[in-house]
């Protein structure tokens, strides 16, 4: 009886390991998420301590109340962190669902390999650059990036040209995407 061999050739190996990463750069973003966002069913509320869920019939169609509404900034980086990661999410089930495909040349996989290290590259590169901008004493911020430009949304009572300027450099530092194509956005 002759016994199986497993070959384990290079794309196998550069499969894996490109999944890896895709795997751990998503981690990353959900660990360091706030936890508002990493709770999809329901949302805390810090003043109050207590979980409300949000998709029952009574909070879907009423009117925010005076003591429950929280400002629209705050509603606004949540809001915009889920939608983010839900985007990632799908992206990176997208192509690990590509990846995964057995029609595929060896060229169109290194290609989708390729797009998955560029996609965990861009989520490291946006915590990354959160992280940073709210060192420089900002609230709160969501950065979004897709490989030719980059857009900031911050927090702020008013952002003066030397703290949109830093913002800048910690994008520049961060990416490849000229400076031109920045936008760094306000929200009150």
Not at 48 to 70: C, R
Not at 79 to 88: E, F, G, I, P, S
């Amino acid at each position: 009886m002759k016994k199986p061999t497993i070959i384990i050739g290079k794309k196998q190996i550069i499969m894996t390991c490109l999944t890896l990463m895709l795997m751990t750069a998503v981690y990353i973003n959900y660990v360091s998420a706030p936890d508002i966002v990493k709770d999809k069913d329901s949302v805390q509320v810090a003043e109050m301590g207590d979980t409300e869920s949000y998709g029952d019939t009574e909070y879907v169609n009423a009117e925010a109340s005076a003591e429950k509404a929280e400002p629209a900034a705050a509603d606004y980086f949540a809001q915009a962190r889920l939608d983010k990661m839900n985007n990632r999410d799908e992206a990176v089930q997208t192509l690990q669902s590509i990846i995964g495909g057995g029609d595929l040349t060896e060229d169109e996989m290194v290609v989708n390999a390729i797009d998955a290290v560029e996609v965990s590259k861009l989520i490291e590169s946006e915590g990354t650059i959160e992280s940073l901008v709210k060192a420089q004493g900002f609230e709160d911020c969501v950065a979004y990036l897709d490989g030719e430009t980059a857009k900031v949304v911050i927090r702020t009572e008013g952002l003066d040209k030397a703290q949109a300027a830093s913002v800048k450099d910690i994008i520049l530092s961060e990416t490849d995407v000229s400076a031109e194509n920045i936008r760094i956005f306000e929200v009150k």
